[in-house]
């Protein structure tokens, strides 16, 4: 009997430390890094992996990366704000995630992030582990991301020069193109000073062409969008809507140009605005 009381008390002593000490890294949080960034300048981040996804958690951080060509580097931009999380995937399945955070004045512009700062991979490996079927839809990214970059386009309002038309009380005018990865963006506004209510019929953009010859004509082909985000489908009295058409990318020639053409449905305050190749061929 004493023998066993012997061997207990070894035992409690031998394993109680160890215990305890797995107890505190499970309860310890862990410290996430903190990554400045502004809306003057780019933050470049460099990983050993290709980048696979990348998420901000705010409105007012965007983060950029080639989605077309693997690359092992992206850019952080901020406007002023609360402060929020990015979360990155490589191509691997590492992970990283970091506190992001605006600073008018930044110190330090570029990030070369070792394989050791990943805090885990999205496919842990797990031994006899049994799939499981799920009906969870997948998240698409592609529409996530246009939707994030078109509401920074739309908060920061910045302008590429007078592109406006109008007509009676009617105003249409591209604030600016951006190009962005493999797109551009259109930045459209309407404006209805009138006291009669617009109804949108469509709005189409397209590359217009002159023939060349004897028998001078124009010929016009239509460019289709691959997002639209927060086009209205009817702009009421004394109504301004801002609106983003995301274009795939294209440019134009000096005998061309684009033509962007308002129609009202059920009315005739239908408008064509002509965009020159400069702005295209330009954008910001």
Do not use: W
Not at 68 to 90: C, D, H, P, R, T
Not at 268 to 283: A, D, F
Request: proline residues 4%; positive net charge; aromatic residues 10%.
């Amino acid at each position: 009997m004493k023998n066993s009381i012997i061997i207990s008390v070894l035992l409690i002593c031998t394993f109680l430390p160890q215990l305890c000490s797995a107890q505190d890294s499970i309860r310890t949080p862990q410290v996430l890094d903190t990554i400045y960034a502004n809306d003057t300048k780019n933050v470049a981040l460099f990983f050993p992996e290709p980048i696979r996804q990348g998420i901000t958690g705010a409105e007012n951080f965007v983060f950029t990366y080639n989605r077309e060509k693997e690359q092992y580097f992206g850019l952080l931009q901020a406007k002023q704000g609360k402060e929020s999380n990015l979360l990155i995937v490589n191509k691997d399945g590492s992970v990283f995630s970091y506190i992001i955070r605006y600073k008018a004045k930044l110190s330090k512009l570029n990030y070369f992030i070792p394989i050791s700062s990943s805090i885990g991979n999205e496919k842990p490996k797990v031994k006899d582990s049994i799939p499981v079927e799920t009906t969870e839809k997948s998240v698409d990214y592609g529409t996530y991301y246009y939707e994030k970059f078109c509401r920074y386009l739309l908060d920061r309002k910045q302008r590429i020069g007078r592109i406006k038309n109008q007509t009676e009380d009617i105003v249409l005018s591209v604030e600016t193109i951006v190009f962005d990865k493999e797109e551009l963006y259109f930045v459209i506004q309407i404006e209805n000073t009138s006291s009669l209510d617009y109804d949108l019929n469509f709005l189409n953009l397209s590359i217009e062409t002159r023939q060349k010859g004897k028998r001078k004509s124009l010929q016009r082909l239509n460019q289709e969008p691959v997002f639209k985000y927060n086009q209205p489908t009817k702009i009421r009295e004394n109504e301004t809507v801002r609106f983003v058409y995301v274009m795939s990318k294209f440019s134009v020639s000096n005998d061309r140009r684009a033509i962007l053409e308002l129609n009202e449905k059920h009315g005739e305050r239908n408008i064509e605005l002509k965009i020159s190749h400069r702005y295209i061929n330009n954008p910001n």
